[in-house]
């Protein structure tokens, strides 16, 4: 990767370069530069931004690394007292009966157990929403280049790979049903490919998230 001062022409020092931050300084210029904006994407001049940082709400974190940081949120929501005794009830009902009386009985009914797949597979969908209310997260990982995004529990969960010289900007877009954990919204980090998360966060958590990374990476709303 070859770059070059927008004013003087000089080509940057790789010392002068730091990637994880999307940062790039001109000496003889005195004047930082956005990676993503030399590269043709997004501007150029690091928006005035205040450090998230700085001011981190209740259910997140931030810690520096080795070679970047790590970020996150939990998705914990107050919607837990309601959903997991819901899906007991809900589950147990509908399962139990379709399922638990074949069980019980020791006989296979065909009918039954085809009628019961969409209950199966609703329950699976809400009793993830519903455990990612009690103790899901999205965290952050950028290092180098490398943004990678994780949705989950503890370890078991979702990956996503981004290299954040591709992305254009980070916005915010969906429907917000005033519920903590049961909005619709997503962080969009614009691609290509745009990479979509964070929905089940409350807003506050989400905008920590995509202001932090409008912060290191120089990207606009
Ligand atoms: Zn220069």
């Given at each position: ?19 994880t ?25 690091r ?49 139990g ?12 009914d ?5 009628f ?11 009793w993830?929403?519903a455990?990612m ?7 952050l ?24 010289t ?37 807003f ?5 998230l ?9 990207l606009?709303e």
């Open positions: 990767m070859k770059l070059q001062c927008p004013n003087c022409n000089a080509e940057f020092p790789p010392t002068d370069v730091n990637v931050d999307n940062i790039a300084y001109c000496r003889s210029c005195n004047e930082a530069f956005t990676i993503s904006g030399l590269l043709g994407h997004g501007p150029t001049v928006p005035a931004l205040p450090d998230p940082t700085m001011n981190i709400p209740k259910g997140c974190w931030y810690r520096e690394t080795m070679d970047g940081w790590i970020a996150g949120a939990t998705t914990r929501s107050p919607v837990a007292f309601f959903i997991i005794p819901f899906m007991c009830i809900w589950s147990g009902g509908s399962l009966g379709i399922y638990g009386t074949q069980i019980v009985q020791g006989k296979f065909l009918f039954m157990s085809l019961g797949i969409p209950f199966l597979l609703g329950s699976l969908l809400l993830s929403i455990i209310c009690v103790a899901g997260k999205v965290e990982t950028a290092s180098g280049e490398d943004l990678t995004v994780f949705t989950g529990v503890g370890k078991l969960g979702w990956t996503k790979k981004i290299t954040i591709q992305a254009s900007r980070v916005y915010t877009s969906g429907i917000n049903y005033h519920y903590p954990g049961s909005n619709n919204v997503n962080i969009i980090i614009e691609g290509p490919p745009n990479t979509r998360f964070g929905s089940g966060l409350s506050v958590r989400q905008m920590f995509a202001q932090l990374l409008r912060y290191k990476f120089g606009p």
